[in-house]
């Protein structure tokens, strides 16, 4: 009978601001992006691909 209620106990959380909600997102992102390269560069070392980066030592 009253298995399909559930009571909640605390307050309910507050609505955030839309603009404080925005910038928290795209701070996510620019987060999620800087872990990305890193990880992404991180992987490409591992496997010794990357930058082509020649000195005149190297074409000598």
């Given at each position: 009978?009253?298995?399909?209620?559930?009571?909640?106990?605390?307050?309910?959380?507050?609505?955030?601001?839309?603009t404080a909600?925005?910038?928290?997102?795209?701070?996510?992102?620019?987060?999620?992006?800087?872990?990305?390269?890193?990880?992404?560069?991180?992987?490409?070392?591992?496997?010794?691909i990357?930058?082509?980066?020649?000195?005149?030592?190297?074409?000598?």
């Open positions: 009978m009253f298995a399909n209620k559930r009571s909640r106990s605390g307050r309910k959380p507050k609505k955030e601001y839309t909600y925005f910038v928290r997102l795209e701070m996510e992102l620019d987060l999620l992006t800087k872990f990305h390269i890193e990880l992404r560069q991180g992987s490409l070392a591992n496997r010794d990357g930058l082509l980066k020649t000195t005149e030592e190297d074409t000598k």
